[in-house]
């Protein structure tokens, strides 16, 4: 029998301090070469434990993004750059990172909603995707990520970890791309259709450029 959350979050509760702060362990994440932040005074936040989960933007899906029509061009914030009938692959605003791409589904459902022929087309646009992203000439690896948190709408990022940055390797890319001076819409809108033309060189589907 899995454990209850109520469990869970008592483990957690016994260990935080009067102000709600758990301590940081030395020798843990804080030690790593790839931490990020120098450690002098670094403390972690106090927070509460919620009687419920939060409900995330899009539970409803009159409210979800996904009613409205999409943004369309590698130009536009959110602009979508590739299409098939399962999937649309939208480019995020400039930020530190290369390319940050976000592939929502057509319909409006949740990860554990896609069928098994959804499921399997998103497989081969994973795969694809990592290796058109991991061909841009500044990235050195191409990072993954479902979380989910805050959209209802099903949605994964791809992320365009620099090549020859090591400070920049591993999970922190995802703090280090708030961190990095913004790429220009320029350079992310030609990445973003580089991409775009190689999913279509692999799978078919759509590029969408500026002009539609
Ligand atoms: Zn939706």
């Known amino acids: 029998m899995p454990e209850s959350v109520e469990d869970y979050v008592a483990r957690i509760a016994a260990a935080q301090d009067a102000e709600g702060r758990i301590a940081l362990d ?104 990592v290796g ?7 990235a050195g690896r191409c990072h993954v990520m479902r979380i989910g948190d805050g959209g209802a709408h099903a949605h994964w990022w791809f992320m365009a970890r620099p090549a020859r940055v090591p400070m920049v390797f591993g999970s922190f890319m995802v703090d280090w791309d708030d961190f990095l001076p913004p790429v220009p819409v320029a350079v992310r809108a030609e990445n973003a259709t580089f991409v775009a033309e190689r999913l279509q060189a692999r799978l078919g589907g759509i590029v969408v450029t500026d002009e539609g």
């Open 26 to 129: 030395p020798q843990g994440v804080i030690a790593w070469d790839v931490f990020p932040f120098e450690t002098d005074g670094l403390r972690l936040k106090p927070g509460p434990v919620l009687g419920e989960e939060r409900t995330r933007s899009g539970e409803d899906p009159a409210t979800c993004e996904c009613a409205r029509p999409a943004v369309r061009g590698p130009s536009q914030p959110w602009g979508v750059v590739w299409e098939d009938e399962h999937f649309l692959v939208k480019v995020a605003p400039p930020s530190g990172s290369p390319l940050l791409l976000s592939v929502v589904t057509r319909r409006h459902l949740d990860v554990p909603d896609l069928d098994d022929g959804q499921a399997a087309a998103f497989g081969r646009l994973h795969v694809a995707l």
């Open 132 to 138: 058109a992203v991991e061909a841009l000439p500044s």
